[in-house]
């Protein structure tokens, strides 16, 4: 299966494990997309109306896409260029000619695979007319070719339909017009019925028409049957139309549109009927294209026996199952859609143990008894990958109170569980499904298919931090609405009340009122659960702001969480509360109003402009002490900095300087992490459990707590006591803490050490506490609290941190040799790597474009070197710093070609039109190779490693006195020992681009039985952050920074789906060509058998207009 997108890429899809990505040189939306039968060849359409010509090509043992050539079909003089603009495109079972259908009615015939027009062969609307009777003339134009099609036995006829409502079988070889079809609607689409006795044609008011299609007699025709499916009220059109027949009697006819336009215009609905039987399905989004699946061999008879239709809707990807009674959805192993509810934050649990897995796994697959138990029958090519070695959880929070688990061990994110929340409240909006309790009566029988819904009923419910016990399998979930959610896995069903307990973060404090939401009414009394993750304490939070941080030790039985107004410790386990804390500044009364709030302080906001005017005139006015030593220095400073120095003369990097933030800021209370650890607070002789939580304004508090034994936690109560209370000198807001052992090394997670899953960390060694700020990081020695070693990250780099983790990095020679290094991302994109506990700087990546502010706030990192990002509201790319762990896709397409193309080259002396190849290029009998009388235009071909040159980004330079490396040397392999990567890979995705998001994916084409699933290959620096999305550039690699890093694409929903391409059935064809005009431009389906698999596609990157990378003027 081919899909494209907006932004030019091209996404072949297979078996799990098994995807090719392309890009085109230009940026331009993929409007159409056809295989060629058997070859291993592509046909794309782009909206600036230009061919491309794809390969599957193998290299190094794997297969890749590479664009060979290009066509663009020339104007006819005299005539304005939009009449050869391409509506529709059939390449013919043959794969030796491509028929081009234009707005201005002409049809065009192209030589494949030279791309070289065939002039003679040419069909004007004038030679259609000429056969058409006087009366149905009537002096107007037959309009644009809406379809053609080839006749399923004879591939000399084509029936060619125009959007007046003629259609017309066309006999190539002798050029005359068999039959005639005369209807008088516009027409959208046509059909061949398999045999080719009748054709089916569908129209824009709402209907559709059967025509037999005769040997003899008759030349001009009236259909056999015509019916409005959901008339007799004014309906819409049916944009695309197929007939599949079934051995086992009456054939499917499947089209989408045809809703009654006053009741259900809006809705977006194919429609499945098979004799009496009508099913119509409705999605939440717009419809882009669908083909059918069949088997391989046809069945005796000729039957198609279509197995599954495929639908590609804007947000998502959806198979349903034809061959099952009730025909249920086939769940999809890529391409699902991640923001069914819009994304709020994200989690990942890395080394999840075989139980918990196979328990979160159960639980899923109970809440979807409805789905079909048929194989994904889009399941072409080899996955060359091996099985990963560690299972790992990425957890999703939505804007709809769901938490989602995916599996992201391998190269696509696979759904395993979803948690709702918002059932344990009342809401405005009781969540049901309507759709779904459909009574027997309503007329049109809709169905709900697909899982994308937009809707939320509360936006109170959206998860905004998510912390998961791997060991004891509890969790927590916190919301906007400040309820906090301790939550356990059950295998079992249960009913049972969820005890509730208030936490006041204000502690009674005057002066504060809460304008914001109110808080979440939970429901009383016992309530039902499924399998799963079951709630059994709900914290609120009091004023009911959002969470901002949240932690879980579960072998203390403690959870803490912050909001902006403070923080509190909660016993889960006694079910009482053991400390709160208010972090206000007198003046935060903006952290008052909430989130939700619509009325801001208009006097606030004036007054503290004002102030800040006030104070640069006084600052300005103060005049220093002319005879003072510092006053003498600043004036000859100053008249240094006038004089323009030699533009050769570079200047050493100085620090910034940084202003100290005020401490009456707005929101300076808001709690920005939480940590728990047992280290050395009171003293270095005895170590024990301690909390930490950073603030928005520097603050650090520290608690010693007192955590009772196991066997006694019934019995004693949990305390706390404060230990430390620090105030970072410029105030700047703490992103993370984190405590070091006597190693240098990070202490364990809780368990890890009781369950030898770990080392014991070093407790004899003093123990150091690294915080991480937005401007610096800074180590302090323990108990003492004494500054030890300090980076200033703004000071040196101008950049402010927003996500830091610490990364355990293992060595490509060998796994025991391990590196922990703190990485960070910065509001610029890029990410450092430091080493712990000495914070010297190792490698700089650019990695997520600056303006991508959603994309940063967005990162998660993984313990093993790994990171995900949203590059789109509905995809994640995922990158890698480490040189050993890396998730790319590899695969295998074998593909036999009827003709060998691979070797044809340029050859300007040869005398057939510049062409040398190894084989015949139209072997066909009925296809004689024309006479090339001008040279083609030179094939875009270019080896994988220039491609990449060309597409990369114009390189970002950074202040330094090191010389530039030559243009021709080698990437620089900067590493941190040899842990990290020695290039960036990336992998690429799932679909989504608008919604697929933003940018995105438009066009399909049908399953060529090989292909792709979601996260990238291995490439160099500078290939395309964002595919099936917005073009995405990435800044160059710095000096001695790695060449390369890893990425790849998890994708969901589609827009910007634009059309669909595919194989199967007989001869592998299993899709008619048809061509939408309700989305011009939205690509059809193609017909393509080929054999088998496809692997990751070296990405490209897409320059922005205007700029060219200097490597691009050098390839």
């Not at 909001?563 to 952290?591: E, I, K, M, W």
């Not at 590493?975 to 399909?1004: E, I, K, Q, R, W």
Request: charged content about 20%; some cysteine; overall charge positive.
């Amino acid at each position: 299966m081919a899909i494209g997108t907006k932004a030019g890429a091209v996404k072949l899809y297979g078996a799990p494990g098994v995807e090719l990505t392309g890009l085109h040189k230009e940026t331009a939306t993929v409007t159409q997309l056809h295989f060629l039968p058997g070859q291993g060849w592509l046909l794309s359409l782009l909206d600036d109306n230009t061919l491309h010509l794809w390969e599957v090509c193998q290299k190094d043992g794997c297969s890749h896409l590479e664009e060979t050539r290009s066509f663009g079909l020339p104007g006819r003089p005299g005539c304005s260029p939009g009449i050869t603009r391409v509506t529709v495109v059939l390449p013919t079972s043959a794969c030796a000619v491509a028929c081009l259908g234009t707005e201005g009615g002409a049809v065009y015939f192209l030589a494949l695979p030279a791309l070289v027009l065939l002039e003679d062969k040419t069909l004007f609307p004038d030679e259609i007319l000429q056969s058409v009777p006087d009366d149905y003339r009537c002096g107007k134009a037959l309009g644009p070719v809406e379809s053609i099609q080839e006749h399923p036995r004879d591939g000399s006829r084509l029936l060619i339909g125009y959007s007046r409502g003629l259609v017309v079988l066309w006999e190539q070889t002798t050029r005359t017009v068999q039959h005639l079809f005369l209807g008088n609607q516009q027409l959208e689409s046509l059909a061949w019925e398999q045999s080719g006795k009748s054709i089916v044609s569908s129209h824009s008011d709402g209907g559709y028409m059967v025509w037999a299609v005769s040997g003899t007699g008759q030349k001009t025709q009236q259909p056999v049957m015509s019916t409005i499916p959901y008339g007799p009220f004014p309906c819409k059109a049916i944009s695309k139309i197929l007939w599949r027949t079934c051995e086992s009697g009456n054939p499917f006819i499947i089209f989408n549109g045809g809703m009654p336009r006053a009741s259900y215009g809006d809705r977006h609905c194919v429609s499945v009927l098979q004799g009496q039987t009508l099913a119509t399905l409705d999605f939440t989004s717009r419809v882009i294209d669908f083909f059918t699946v069949q088997s391989a061999e046809a069945a005796e008879g000729g039957f198609e026996n279509p197995r599954a239709l495929v639908v590609l809707v804007e947000e998502e990807l959806v198979a349903i199952d034809l061959q099952t009674p009730g025909w249920p959805t086939i769940p999809a192993p890529y391409l699902a859609p991640l923001h069914s509810s819009a994304i709020t934050c994200s989690c990942h649990v890395s080394n999840v143990p075989l139980k918990l897995w196979e328990r979160i796994v159960s639980a899923g697959e109970q809440q979807s008894p409805r789905l079909s138990s048929a194989a994904w029958p889009i399941d072409g090519g080899k996955n060359l990958a091996q099985e990963p070695t560690q299972r790992g959880l990425l957890l999703t929070g939505h804007e709809d109170g769901t938490v989602r688990f995916w599996d992201a061990s391998g190269v696509s994110l696979k759904p395993l569980y979803k948690l709702g929340t918002a059932n344990i409240f009342q809401t405005d909006c009781e969540h049901t499904d309507s759709l779904n309790q459909a009574g027997e009566e309503e007329w049109p029988p809709f169905r709900k298919v697909g899982c994308f819904d937009p809707y939320s009923d509360d936006p109170r419910l959206g998860v905004q931090k998510i912390a998961l016990c791997k060991y004891t399998a509890k969790m927590v979930v916190a919301g906007t609405a400040g309820q906090v959610l301790v939550m356990e896995l059950s295998d079992e069903k249960s009913e049972h009340a969820v005890s509730v307990a208030t936490v006041d973060l204000l502690q009674d404090r005057e002066g504060f009122t809460w304008k914001g939401h109110d808080r979440l009414a939970p429901r009383n009394g016992p309530l039902p659960f499924a399998p799963g993750f079951q709630p059994s304490v709900l914290v609120q939070c009091v004023p009911p702001a959002a969470v901002t941080a949240v932690t879980l030790h579960s072998e203390w039985n403690l959870v803490a969480f912050g909001t902006s107004h403070g923080f509190g410790l909660f016993d889960y386990y006694r079910r009482n509360p053991v400390l709160a804390r208010c972090t206000l500044h007198p003046n935060d009364s903006l952290a008052m109003e909430g989130p939700l709030s619509r009325v801001k302080s208009l006097k606030k906001s004036l007054r503290q402009s004002f102030r800040r005017i006030r104070k640069s005139r006084v600052s300005g006015k103060k005049r220093l002490n002319a005879s003072s030593p510092s006053s003498k220095v600043q004036e000859a400073n100053a008249q240094l900095a006038e004089q323009a120095g030699p533009p050769e003369v570079e200047m050493t990097p100085v620090q910034r300087r940084i202003e100290p933030r005020s401490a009456d800021d707005s929101l300076s209370g808001v709690v920005r992490c939480l940590y728990f650890a047992d280290t050395f607070l009171r003293d270095a002789a005895h170590h024990g459990p301690t909390m930490w939580a950073g603030t928005n304004s520097g603050s650090v508090f520290a608690y010693a707590l007192e955590v009772p034994s196991q066997e006694k936690f019934s019995e004693r109560a949990v305390e706390a006591v404060l230990g430390k209370e620090i105030q970072l000198m410029h105030r700047a807001p703490v992103v993370s803490i984190a405590v070091l052992d006597g190693r240098g090394n990070p202490l364990p997670e809780p368990y890890e050490v009781s369950r030898d899953l770990a080392k014991a960390p070093d407790m004899q060694g003093s123990h150091s506490m690294l915080i991480s700020s937005e401007e610096q990081f800074k180590v302090f020695t323990l108990p003492k609290v004494s500054a030890k070693t300090k980076f200033k990250l703004t000071a040196h780099e101008g950049c402010r941190v927003r996500k830091v983790a610490l990364v355990s990095l293992a060595s490509a020679g060998s796994e025991e040799r391990l590196e922990n290094c703190l990485a960070c991302l910065t509001n610029l994109g890029d990410i450092h790597i430091f080493t712990v506990p000495g914070l010297r700087p190792q490698v700089h990546y650019g990695c997520i474009r600056k303006e991508d502010i959603s994309g940063i706030a967005s990162c998660v990192f993984t313990k093993h070197g790994q990171g995900f990002y949203l590059i789109s509201p509905s995809e994640f790319e995922r990158f890698s710093l480490s040189a050993r762990n890396v998730t790319e896709p590899l695969c295998r397409l074998e593909v036999s070609r009827l003709q060998d193309t691979s070797c044809l080259r340029w050859d300007g002396h040869r005398g057939h039109g510049g062409f040398a190849t190894a084989a015949p290029l139209y072997p066909h009998p009925t296809e004689p190779a024309p006479a090339v009388t001008s040279p083609p235009s030179r094939p875009r071909f270019l080896p994988a490693t220039a491609r990449r040159r060309r597409r990369s980004c114009r390189r970002r330079t950074a202040p330094t006195s090191r010389a530039a490396p030559r243009a021709d040397a080698p990437p620089p392999t900067a590493t941190v020992s040899d842990h990290t990567v020695p290039a960036v890979h990336t992998a690429f995705p799932p679909p989504n681009p608008g919604p697929y998001t933003g940018a995105g994916l438009v066009s399909l084409a049908a399953p060529l039985p090989a292909l792709p699933s979601p996260w990238l290959p291995r490439v160099p620096r500078g290939t395309p952050g964002r595919l099936l999305a917005r073009s995405h550039r990435l800044p160059q690699q710095q000096h001695g920074e790695p060449a390369g890093h890893h990425r790849r694409h998890h994708r969901g929903g589609s827009e910007g789906f634009s059309g669909v391409s595919g194989v199967g059935g007989k001869n592998g064809v299993t899709g008619a060509q048809g061509h939408c005009r309700q989305h011009r431009g939205a690509a059809t389906m193609a017909p393509c058998p080929a054999p088998a698999a496809s692997h990751p596609v070296l990405p490209q990157v897409l320059g922005r207009s205007g700029e060219e990378p200097e490597e691009r003027q050098r390839g």
